[in-house]
């Protein structure tokens, strides 16, 4: 089974800290992704990587970063944290290639309050 | 840009029922569509993915449908349980591998 975990559960943070949300994934995918989900707004997309190094921003990347060192995992960091950072996050990855191409797999999620 | 539409938003049902829910989509340029499931608090659990040139897709009591023409799809659950009850979301990848998700439809299944 695909195995997608997240650091946190639950974080609680202060305006103006630096955060950082990590994803692991232990099925040698190429492609991760994290996003956000807000009630009324559904799931939007932040950032993802498809290769090691490598990123692409997605709806919202505004006040956020990545980093991909490694293929397994994807780190979401919020520079400045902000309330209006509050919201669950979700990491997923996905493959490029077998049976299970194109299908993203999601970690639990973290909820994050920024206060 | 593409969009995903769910209806609808809600749904209560007894127990047993057969029902369908509804995904629509504006863009027909996808190369598949998924759909997954989401307990309250929790991540999302993949549950079926259907490439562009498929029509269908089964796992046991669940059946989707895509008709990328018309830019639809459904989901449908035969005989539910109050174990379905959850949101049930649609998500459909288009250029890259970027997925574009609908609003959800929450489920509750009453026993």
């Known amino acids: 089974d695909v195995k997608v975990t997240q650091s946190s559960r639950y974080l609680v943070k202060r305006t103006g800290e630096k955060v950082f949300l990590e994803c692991v994934q232990d099925?040698?995918?190429?492609?991760m992704f994290w996003y956000r989900q807000d009630p009324g707004l559904g799931l939007r997309l932040i950032y993802f990587?498809?290769?090691?190094?490598?990123?692409e921003k997605g709806d919202i990347p505004e006040g956020y970063s990545v980093s991909r060192e490694k293929k397994e995992r994807f780190s979401l960091i919020l520079e400045s944290a902000s309330t209006n950072q509050t919201s669950m996050y979700l990491c997923?990855?996905?493959?490029?290639?077998?049976?299970?191409?194109?299908?993203?797999?999601f970690g639990p999620g973290t909820r994050l309050l920024v206060l | 840009k593409q969009e995903v539409t769910q209806i609808p938003a809600a749904l209560s049902v007894p127990e047993g029922e057969n029902l369908v829910l509804n995904c629509s989509f504006t863009d027909s340029a996808i190369y598949n569509l998924q759909w997954f499931r989401q307990d309250p608090g929790k991540g999302l659990t993949s549950l079926l993915l259907?490439?562009?040139?498929?029509r269908e897709q089964t796992s046991g009591r669940l059946n989707a449908s895509l008709d990328k023409s018309s830019g639809r799809s459904t989901l449908y659950i035969a005989a539910s349980q109050p174990g379905d009850s959850a949101t049930y979301l649609c998500?459909?990848?288009?250029?890259?591998?970027?997925?574009?998700f609908g609003g959800g439809t929450r489920l509750m299944v009453k026993p």
């Open positions: 259907i490439q562009s040139s498929q």
């Open positions: 998500a459909v990848r288009g250029a890259g591998n970027m997925l574009t």
């Open positions: 099925m040698d995918h190429e492609n």
């Open positions: 997923a990855s996905s493959s490029t290639s077998g049976r299970a191409l194109g299908t993203q797999y």
């Open positions: 990587s498809y290769d090691v190094k490598m990123k």
